[in-house]
């Protein structure tokens, strides 16, 4: 694999964060997203300097890409499951109120 990978995580916290500050919003919500961000990106960075693959770019670009993307799609789906999560169970009421679930 390649660094392009992590590249696209720190990319769109980088993003994220100077859209915040352009907008000058605080909001605990937004300060969760980019954290998310970094820890991925760090955790990125880590995973492929012990693997001693720091500055290397991957022969299947495509491939990683992808990676980066799915990774910066989770950070996203996490982010919006911590955040919303009253919003999640409300709407999930009347099922459980059927099935059982989320008693």
């Excluded at 392009?4 to 100077?18: F, R």
């Excluded at 990774?71 to 999640?88: N, Y």
């Amino acid at each position: 694999m390649g660094m392009v990978c992590y590249i696209i995580p720190l990319a769109t916290g980088i993003i994220t964060a100077a859209r915040r500050k352009v907008m000058h919003k605080k909001d605990k919500e937004g300060v969760w997203l980019s954290l998310m961000f970094a820890g991925a990106s760090v955790f990125g960075v880590v995973d492929h300097a012990w693997n001693g693959e720091l500055m290397m770019i991957g022969p299947n670009l495509v491939s990683d890409l992808a990676l980066g993307t799915a990774i910066t799609a989770a950070v996203f789906v996490s982010w919006g499951t911590v955040t919303h999560k009253d919003r999640i169970f409300e709407a999930l009421r009347p099922l459980s109120r059927i099935t059982g679930i989320l008693k």
